[in-house]
């Protein structure tokens, strides 16, 4: 079922903006988002290049096992969504979403050649292949609010681009698997402690 978007200018209200500079994008796919719970409007790895803002609604599992709504948003390059909508699948149900972990949300990077400032900056400020490759990374990939986020066919994450077209992301972990997880992480935790007091 689609989500509505209708209530969030009001939530805005209280926005507080947080910097990813110290992020690592290629971190483990079940570890818990470095993005504290009340921020709910996150900025890119840069402010010099110009930007569209991207809306998402989706639940995380906190530590206590219960499900939360969390309503936030982020900032592309300019041009992301239109080089997708141009050069993509427009009718993938997903949109340009690669995938969806524990942490948050990871675009496809292949659609930043569309986003001519933010080219020309990344151009200025990266040398290598490798440093562009993680330069893109920082762009695409977001540390939201959410101690462990799901996406499942009982409860999609959706997002919305500056068209206003609403994607959903349906193939990541369901309650059931979060809590399987996080108690297996707990488990293991208990284990290298006790090893550790050995």
């Not at 762009?139 to 462990?148: E, I, Y």
């Amino acid at each position: 079922m689609p989500v509505s978007f209708k209530r969030w200018p009001a939530a805005r209200l209280s926005m507080k903006a947080t910097e990813r500079d110290d992020i690592d994008p290629f971190s483990d796919m079940f570890r818990p988002s470095s993005t504290p719970h009340d921020v709910i409007q996150l900025f890119g790895p840069s402010r010099e290049y110009q930007s569209e803002e991207w809306f998402f609604s989706y639940l995380s599992v906190a530590e206590d096992e219960r499900l939360y709504r969390q309503l936030t948003s982020c900032f592309l390059p300019r041009g992301y969504e239109q080089g997708f909508l141009l050069h993509g699948d427009a009718s993938r149900k997903q949109g340009p979403i690669y995938t969806i972990r524990a942490w948050g949300v990871r675009f496809l990077t292949r659609y930043l050649d569309f986003c001519t400032d933010y080219v020309r900056v990344r151009n200025e400020k990266t040398k290598t292949v490798q440093r562009r490759a993680e330069w893109d990374a920082r762009a695409t990939s977001w540390d939201l609010p959410g101690h462990f986020i799901i996406a499942s066919d009982e409860h999609a994450f959706d997002a919305r681009g500056p068209s206003d077209r609403t994607y959903s992301f349906d193939s990541w972990c369901s309650y059931e698997d979060a809590i399987y997880v996080m108690r297996e992480r707990t488990n293991d935790g208990k284990k290298r402690k006790k090893r550790d007091a050995e």
